[in-house]
Antibody, heavy 116, light 107 residues
Framework: QVQLQESGPGLVKPSETLSLTCTVTGVSIGSYHWSWIRQPPGKGLEWIGYISVSGSPDYSPSLRGRVTISADTSKNQFSLRLDSVTAADTAVYFC??????????WGQGILVAVSS | DIQMTQSPSSLSASVGDRVTITCRASQTIGSFLNWYQQHPGKAPKLLIFAASALQSGVPSRFSGTGSGTDFTLTISSLRPEDFATYFCQQTNRTPYTFGQGTSLEVK
């Protein structure tokens, strides 16, 4: 059974860096594609980016320059780093993944608020 | 970016009804279209991938059709657990954009 679990701080100050980790159990992350997706309160889903089987990341243009997705196969984890956050980055952040073209499995989500 | 437009934005229906949600892409995306279901406070769940392939474990009352720019999700006979929000997502080209969502509510 594949399970994903996000972890990280629930509160980040404006201009600082948001860092989240997704721990995957049940499969080796090196065999699949893994994504980060976010959802502002009461709004729709926004694709942040993914890291592919080959380890190559791809990011949403709207966040490129501020976002980094990386993977640690030794820990079976992948991570999200978002720099210079503002209130507009307040959202539930989901990690998800498996197939190249669809997210078969999702974490439960973690609410990250940006506030001083 | 490819824009995904769902209609309707909200829909009221009753248990047993047949409902259809549509999703239109701003440019052709082949069959790279997924449908997700989301209940309040929960993560999205994959229902349909590649426009018409039913994800393992998803009931057969859910079906998807379409290719190119126009797609539909149909629920043949609504059950109480189907009242949720549904999102389409294109994965033809990054960024993998989502539709704005369709809220399916009890009539």
């Amino acid at each position: 059974q594949v399970q994903l679990q996000e972890s990280g701080p629930g509160l980040v100050k404006p201009s600082e860096t948001l860092s989240l980790t997704c721990t995957v159990t049940g499969v080796s992350i090196g065999s699949y594609h893994w994504s980060w997706i976010r959802q502002p309160p009461g709004k729709g889903l926004e694709w942040i980016g993914y890291i592919s089987v080959s380890g190559s990341p791809d990011y949403s243009p709207s966040l490129r320059g501020r976002v980094t997705i990386s993977a640690d196969t030794s820990k079976n984890q992948f991570s999200l780093r978002l720099d210079s956050v503002t209130a507009a980055d307040t959202a539930v952040y989901f990690c998800a993944g498996r197939g190249q073209r669809q997210c078969d499995n999702w974490g439960q989500g973690i609410l990250v608020a940006v506030s001083s | 970016d490819i824009q995904m437009t769902q209609s309707p934005s909200s829909l009221s229906a009753s248990v047993g009804d047949r409902v259809t949600i549509t999703c239109r892409a701003s440019q052709t995306i082949g069959s790279f279209l997924n449908w997700y279901q989301q209940h309040p406070g929960k993560a999205p769940k994959l229902l349909i991938f590649a426009a018409s392939a039913l994800q393992s474990g998803v009931p057969s009352r859910f079906s998807g059709t379409g290719s190119g720019t126009d797609f539909t999700l149909t629920i043949s006979s609504l059950r109480p657990e189907d009242f949720a929000t549904y999102f389409c997502q294109q994965t033809n080209r990054t960024p993998y954009t989502f539709g704005q969502g369709t809220s399916l509510e009890v009539k």
